[in-house]
């Protein structure tokens, strides 16, 4: 039962959210034709212990996907930014 | 056993009718249900767990292990009720458990003579072999243990009464309404934060109810009470638990809003479950006495010391005559006393070999004998203790000298205190170990919301429990943003203090260790030491395995008495101190809890939200039979008098090919996709390309995931130059959506596009049949020629004056339109429809002969899109645009999916009377029907235009199978068919009817 403070919405409960994956890894871009940068995108994932960050989707407020930071160990939860606001090295 | 004739906190005014078994207890307004069977001289309260040994009341609070009752009839029947927090009412009736035929004759209690046969690990002991294939055998038989060895039945009435849910954000929450929780919501609530103050009993004032009324503590009690009670700052809830602390410091209360009253009154919710989110919190959940370990510890007549003198106390109860009090610490001189002073003959041993002098003085003057260094080793008596056996013991708790029997009705027991630590373990993990208490405590950050204060920090002395309380509560305030003065705190009362001793005898043993006769450690699972003995004896060291092997701490009670006690024996065994052997982890909830509670409304019709066509009422009105599809109602057929669902839909299907039908479709998803660059936004997430898209024309699209499977279908038209109106199917609109808002807002944050639902803002009609474009002219102004309006564009145009847009697509395989209505008009463009349509034969359809029309057009839906078909899988490859990416473009062309002998869609026609099941397996003609065979029937209807039942189906290496004649096994049904496999089209497969 974490509490998510959207950078829009301000601090609302967990119900309103959902988790959508992994917010480290970066999609490839549209004209990237080889395999393997797509397997790894969909399928490969760390699984760390601590710190993390997340895309969370405020699909019960303001529809907005979020860069969370959250810690898999205590549940603790960070920063919180839009997506659109978090620059990927790529793109 | 007898009420006294004055004290407590009863209204003798108020006599109630109580009921045990058939039979009447005294009972009176303010006593719990255990008050009132020990007031009437009821002994035996309920039969144990597994052996089937009488038990008595053994507590007076949360922690009762034994004296669990069926409480109330019928509907509202419930089992494993607590009779020590059970508060009585006129009209309570109960009766005991796990005994049969009765109480005292108990067939059961033959298991206490086999108890060798069901010591630790039992089950996973006796429920393996000895013979092949012996599962099925041993689960019988497990029928029969299980019905033997048992808690109370439950009822499968449904629950006559509401809950309700409450969200509520406070500055400090305090859990407790003990001493220190009353001078934690003090302080804080004179600070100006907003308080709740939470306590599980029906009145504030934790262990100061067990002291007499008028007595200092208890005016300490009123005092600060009525302080509180007059501050609208502070919100006090009694027969309030918390049971549950979370993460970002939300809490979990459970309100027993009615459980006092017969049944709910004025329409209130039988509990209420508060989510609390409090910027600080003081955990004010003080201690639960501890029982010695002996012999017989679990006969009727063994209670726990302070039990004895709440009862006395609180209820003006008074045990027993003859009472021995057996502790290991101070505080169970008070019970002691209290009890003499009342007129019973009280006997204390105390296990230490010395004891302060000023505490025998003491004793002296109440008429209390001390022995100092004695034990007792064993209990004695049939139904109930009639006797002791005491003896001289070592610091080790061994017996060191001759043995004494000595009579006795009741024995008081107390082996120390264990702090509830239960929530902020939950919270935080697992305790530390003070080695000064040798307990185990919190260990709470200075950053942590979650405060402690008081006995649950093992605080020795009464005034620093309340100093303690006062300042956590000013601090906790502080923390939370109020800036007021705290003031004073209030003097402390004169009281017992409960100083430390780390090397407490927990037990009471003979010479070489054992105990003499079953000591049990767990009451409520029938845990004994020996069962301890036995698992470390068999190589179980982890706390964790032994809790499960030995089933100990996992009764309904969660170990409250028992977790020590078991920890003990265990660093015994294995020759470590208790912190080395750690301790289990506490989880929600703190008290077993209502699933009503937890549920709230949220239940039956208001399980999720229903949504609703605009068009919903006309279809009610009109007889039509509603489906579920998902969170939506939908028309699934219109029946004529008496039809059953198969003649609807056959006659339903058939009409729309003949003459013309129209349908409800408004569930389909609808998303606004806007901006300059939604052109190449659609070029991306549809698999065929979208930049020559016209104003004025629509286009069917597919869509994959990004692992290369099939997501989702549908047409999107293009109003405008930079508008688009996508549709989805009715099950994926929410999936969709979030997925492009996804890519947007991350990956493809340079493309100007915006997506919305407007899902609800349209409703939408299909009206499909040969006389389509003959009814829609009638009743629109719009030209809708075939030259005019060809298949994939549409027209804006007016119809029962209002604004529509007509899209020409099909999806029967019929000349078909879509109309699309805002919302607040659709029912009168339907009725205008329907009026218009008498002339036209025209019929309404629902979605099991939507279902028949698109499977005999061989279009995919729901069941074959369902996640492991890939465009190729479902013939759809030849729309994959070659020359562009979109999503999944690339892993869509994995080796593995590009095997030819993937199930591909097929079609089936089914020979005989009789339609295909879905989800059917397909076998080959000959051959074992084993194994997950070729393939399998993912949609079936019977087909009015073929005059037979088809299917649609996934088949291994289907396209070389057309013309194969297979088997199609339903093993649920037990049941086979042929059918001969063909092409998925089986209806005008070169689409004459939809373009003409």
């Known amino acids: 039962m974490i509490r998510i403070d959207c950078p829009i919405c301000g601090l609302r409960t967990e119900t309103e959210f959902t988790y959508g994956a992994d917010a480290t890894v970066t999609r490839p871009a549209m004209d990237e034709t080889a ?54 090295e790529a793109s | 056993m007898k009420r006294l004739e004055t004290g407590g906190r009863i209204d003798r005014e108020a006599p109630l009718s109580v009921s045990f078994d058939g039979t009447a207890l005294s009972a009176f307004q303010g006593d719990t249900l255990s008050a009132a069977m020990l007031a009437s001289g009821v002994t035996v309260v309920g039969r144990s767990f597994k052996y089937h040994r009488p038990r008595g009341v053994y507590a007076a609070g949360v922690e009762e292990p034994n004296a669990l009752v069926h409480l109330r009839d019928g509907a509202r029947h419930e089992p494993n009720v607590r009779a020590t927090t059970t508060e009585v009412f006129d009209g309570l009736t109960c009766t005991s458990q796990n005994a049969w035929p009765n109480l005292r004759y108990d067939i059961g209690a033959v298991n206490n003579l086999f108890s060798r046969f069901l010591s630790a690990g039992f089950y996973y002991k006796t429920f393996i072999g000895p013979f092949r294939n012996s599962t099925r055998f041993w689960m019988m038989c497990e029928t029969f243990i299980r019905k033997a060895a048992g808690m109370g039945r ?19 929450l305090v859990i407790g309404g003990g001493a220190a929780g009353l001078t934690a919501a003090l302080a804080a609530g004179r600070a100006g934060a907003r308080v709740i103050l939470v306590e599980q009993d029906s009145e504030l004032g934790g262990a100061i109810l067990s002291d007499p009324v008028g007595s200092d503590a208890d005016n300490w009690r009123i005092s600060v009470t009525k302080e509180l009670g007059g501050m609208d700052n502070v919100q006090i809830l009694t027969r309030t638990t918390a049971v549950g602390a979370y993460d970002s410091d939300t809490f979990v209360l459970i309100e027993r809003v009615s459980d006092h009253l017969k049944a709910p009154e004025n329409h209130q919710p039988r509990q209420r479950f508060w989510q609390v989110h409090a910027k600080r919190a003081v955990l004010a959940s003080g201690a639960i006495e501890r029982p010695l370990i002996f ?7 063994v209670m726990l010391a302070h039990a004895a003198r709440s009862y006395l106390n609180r209820y003006a109860v008074l045990v027993g005559d003859t009472i021995i009090v057996a502790t290991n610490n101070d505080t169970a001189y008070q019970a002691a006393f209290d009890l003499g002073t009342a007129g019973a003959n009280v006997t204390l041993l105390d296990a230490r070999q010395s004891v302060d002098a000023a505490l025998l003085a003491e ?8 022995k100092t260094g004695h034990g007792v080793l064993a209990a004695h008596g049939r139904g109930r203790v009639s006797a002791v056996e005491i003896a001289p013991i070592d610091a080790g708790g061994r017996a060191t000298g001759p043995i004494s029997r000595v009579p006795c009705d009741t024995l008081a027991i107390s082996a120390g205190w264990t702090p509830s630590v239960h929530l902020w373990t939950q919270r935080h993990g697992k305790p530390g170990f003070d080695d000064a208490s040798a307990l185990f405590l919190a260990a709470p950050k200075e950053t942590d919301a979650l405060q402690t204060a008081g006995s649950v920090n093992a605080v020795e002395t009464l005034e620093e429990v309340i100093t303690q309380g006062f300042a956590q509560g000013a601090e906790a305030a502080k923390q939370a943003g109020a800036d007021g003065a705290a003031g004073i705190c209030p003097a402390a009362f004169a009281a017992r203090d409960w100083p430390h001793d780390p090397d407490v005898i927990w037990g009471v043993f003979t010479r070489d260790g054992k105990t003499k006769g079953k000591a049990f450690v767990d009451l409520q699972h029938d845990v004994k030491v020996s069962d301890i003995d036995q698992a470390h004896q068999e190589g179980y060291v982890s706390v964790e395995h032994l809790k499960r092997y030995t089933t100990t701490g996992m009764a309904t009670d969660q170990g409250k008495l028992s977790n020590m006690n078991a920890l003990s024996r265990m660093a015994e065994q294995r020759g470590l101190r208790v912190p080395e052997v750690g301790t289990t982890t506490f989880r929600p909830p703190f008290i077993p809890t209502a699933i009503g509670a937890l549920v709230g409304h949220e239940h039956g019709q208001h399980f999720r939200p229903t949504r ?38 056959i006659r339903e299907a058939a009409h729309a090919r003949e003459h013309v039908g129209i349908i409800d479709v408004s569930t389909l998803g609808k998303i606004a996709v806007q901006g300059p660059d939604a052109a190449e ?29 099939v997501m989702d279908d549908g047409a999107t038209a293009r109003l405008g130059e930079n508008d688009y109106f996508m549709t989805t199917t009715t099950a994926n609109a929410a999936k969709v959506l979030g997925f492009a808002e996804h890519l947007l807002q991350t990956a493809w944050k340079d493309l100007r596009v915006h997506v919305t639902t407007v899902t609800d803002q349209w409703g939408t009609i299909a009206v499909a049949g040969p006389k389509a474009r003959t009814l829609l002219s009638k009743v629109s102004d719009a030209d809708l020629n075939r030259e005019a309006v060809p298949n994939n564009h549409f027209v804006t145009a007016t119809i029962a004056d209002s604004p529509v847009r007509i899209h020409r697509m099909s999806y029967s395989g019929e000349l078909a339109y879509e109309v ?9 463009v339907w009725e205008r429809l329907i009026d218009a349509g008498t002339e036209f034969d025209l019929s309404p359809y629902g979605t099991e002969a939507m279902g028949a029309l698109r499977i005999e057009k061989g279009h995919v839906a729901g069941p074959e899109i369902e996640g492991r078909t890939t465009l190729k899988d479902l013939g759809l490859e030849g ?4 020359k562009k990416p979109f999503v999944g473009s690339v892993l869509r062309q994995r080796p593995v999916l590009d095997d030819p002998t993937r199930p591909t869609l097929v079609g089936l026609e089914i020979e005989g009377q009789v339609g295909a099941k879905a989800g059917s397996l397909l076998f080959p003609l000959q051959g074992e029907t084993q194994g997950h065979g070729d393939g399998w029937v993912s949609s079936t209807t019977y087909s009015p235009a073929l005059g037979k039942y088809i299917a649609l189906g996934l088949l291994n290496n289907g396209k070389q199978r057309l013309g194969e004649t297979i088997r199609v096994v339903n093993f649920v049904g037990n049941e086979t068919l042929q059918a001969k496999v063909t092409s998925h089209h089986f209806f005008d497969p070169e689409g004459e009817r939809q373009n003409g």
């Open chain 2, 820 to 828: 699309y209505i805002p919302a607040g008009f659709a029912t009168r």
């Open chain 2, 295 to 301: 012999g017989g510890n679990d006969k009727p007549g």
């Open chain 2, 363 to 370: 004793a002296k003057g109440a008429g209390v004998t001390v």
């Open chain 2, 681 to 709: 936004f659609l070029n991306r997430i549809y698999v065929n390309g979208w930049k020559t898209l016209q104003v004025g024309r629509l286009r069917y699209g597919v869509m994959l995931r990004e692992d290369g499977f």
């Open chain 1, 35 to 88: 395999t393997q940068p797509w397997v790894d995108y969909v399928f490969n994932r760390d699984n760390p212990r601590g710190w993390h960050l997340e895309y969370w989707h405020h699909v019960q407020g303001c529809r907005q996907w979020l860069v969370l930071e959250r810690n898999t160990l205590t549940h603790e939860v960070g920063s919180c930014r839009l997506a659109r606001e978090v620059d990927h």
């Open chain 2, 154 to 172: 439950g009822t499968y009435l449904e629950d006559p009464d509401s809950y309700e849910k409450r969200h509520v954000h406070c500055d400090v």
């Open chain 2, 612 to 649: 609703l066509s605009p068009m919903h009422q006309w279809h009610v009105e009109h007889g039509a039979k509603l489906t579920q599809a998902g969170a939506w109602m939908r028309p699934w057929y219109y029946p004529q008098s008496g039809e059953t669902l198969t003649a609807a839909y």
């Open chain 2, 879 to 882: 729309f994959a645009a070659s």
